[in-house]
Each structure stands twice: as C-alpha cells, then as structure tokens.
C-alpha cells in the first residue's frame, strides 16, 4: 500500500541545536517529495522540497537530502529556534499530478 | 494577500447528518485538493478538481463527494457523517494541476461527529 514515513514521533532538541528529522518513503517511482511544517491548530506550511534527480537541496536554515538507494529523506534544521516547534511531515507526489502521500509525522520539541 | 479560506472552521454534527465545507483558493489558483488529517497523522488524500473538472480522488467512500465552481472556489461534501470521519479537513491549492509539490493549505475545518 502506499506509505510514506517511518519516523522518530517525538524528537526533543536544545535551542541552537541542529535538528535532524528523518523519513522512509516506500514508492521507488516517486520523483518529488517535501517537507511540510505544521503548526498547532494551523494548517501544513511548505518548507522545501526536491527532486528524485537531486540528492540534496538547501535553503533558509534547512536542508533536504534525498538517499535513493534507501529510499530515505532528512531534513536538517540548522540552530534551531523555539519557533521551530511543530509537528514536521514528509510527503510524496507520484507522477500524478497534485496527490501528497504524507507520512505520519515527526513531533520537534525545542528546549529554550 | 489572503491565502486559502476554508469555513467553517469548527463544527459539530452527529452520525447520519450530512455536512458541507467550503474552500476559497488563493487569488489566481485553478487547483483546489482536500485532505482530511485524523488526530495524530498525517493528511490523507481526498480529491483534486483543476478547472472545475475531477483530477484526482484517494481511497474514500462514495459518502464524500466535492465540486469546483467557476470562480475556482470548492465544496466538500459528506453525507451519512460517522464517528469515524471526525477529522481536520484541509483544503489546499496551487496554480497548476500537475507535479506541483507547493500547495498552500488552509486553516482547515474541524469536524466533530458526535
């Protein structure tokens, strides 16, 4: 079946930090993913994404990496900040067109 | 600039009542999805209209049921509510129909089934 995210739930980090969140993704086809952040009683916000032809992407403070080989994604978040706090997925598009397959979530906690 | 409205925000029925959700897509964006997000996972895939026009459905029951109007706006439909359809339902949308990984969600609709 389709599936995305195999997932640490909860991840604890001190501010200043570097936060490293990982993802399983089980469709070898797929060829984009993204990592959305979702807030509390907010919905998901785009944080990065790649593509399957890419092994790693950068951008404000975070950073994508792609391991084709084991079918697994990261997300790296540099000197992470209180407002980093939030529940953190992985998602999936097929070549499909706009159909997410979200993963169950990882849950970073930011200690001040 | 205001980003995807979804109403209402909150609501709450009980088994067997039928339920309506709106979504109103950022200003210039054809492509309107509904997810539906259970407590404590991620958002599960439900429909995506581009262009008034069906692209997509998940792994739903006939129960759910959308459309796409001419101004791009949606509607979310649930008939014969159950227990097990409380959820957040998020509406997100994007330019395009296809291979877009930046769709802009809403705030969601919170549904209670009592």
């Known amino acids: 079946g389709e599936s995305v995210g195999l997932h640490l739930p909860t991840l604890s980090v001190q501010e200043g930090d570097n936060s490293i969140i990982n993802c399983a993704y089980s469709?070898?086809?797929?060829?984009?993913f993204i990592w959305y952040k979702q807030e509390s009683g907010k919905g998901p916000q785009f944080i990065i994404d790649?593509?399957?032809?890419?092994d790693k992407r950068q951008g404000q403070r975070v950073t994508v990496l792609l391991n084709k080989t084991v079918k697994h994604l990261s997300l790296q978040i540099a000197a992470t900040q209180p407002g980093d706090s939030a529940v953190y997925f992985c998602a999936e598009i097929y070549n499909q067109g706009g159909k997410l397959i979200f993963g169950q979530g990882t849950e970073l906690s930011v200690k001040p | 600039d205001a980003g995807v409205t979804q109403s209402p925000t909150h609501l709450i029925k009980t088994r067997g009542q039928h339920v309506t959700l709106r979504c109103s897509p950022i200003?210039?964006?054809?492509?309107v999805s509904w997810y539906q997000q259970v407590l404590g996972q991620g958002p599960q895939f439900i429909f995506q209209?581009?262009?008034?026009?069906?692209?997509g459905r998940g792994n739903f029951p006939d129960r759910f049921s959308a459309r796409q109007f001419p101004n791009y706006s949606s509607e979310l439909n649930v008939n014969a509510l159950l227990l097990g359809d409380s959820a957040l339902y998020l509406c997100?949308?994007?330019?395009?129909?296809?291979?877009?990984?930046?769709?802009?969600f809403g705030e969601g609709s919170r549904l209670t089934v009592l």
């Open positions: 209209y581009y262009e008034k026009e069906e692209r």
């Open positions: 790649i593509r399957s032809n890419m």
């Open positions: 469709n070898s086809a797929s060829d984009y």
């Open positions: 200003s210039g964006h054809k492509s």
């Open positions: 997100a949308s994007s330019f395009g129909a296809a291979r877009t990984g930046e769709l802009f």
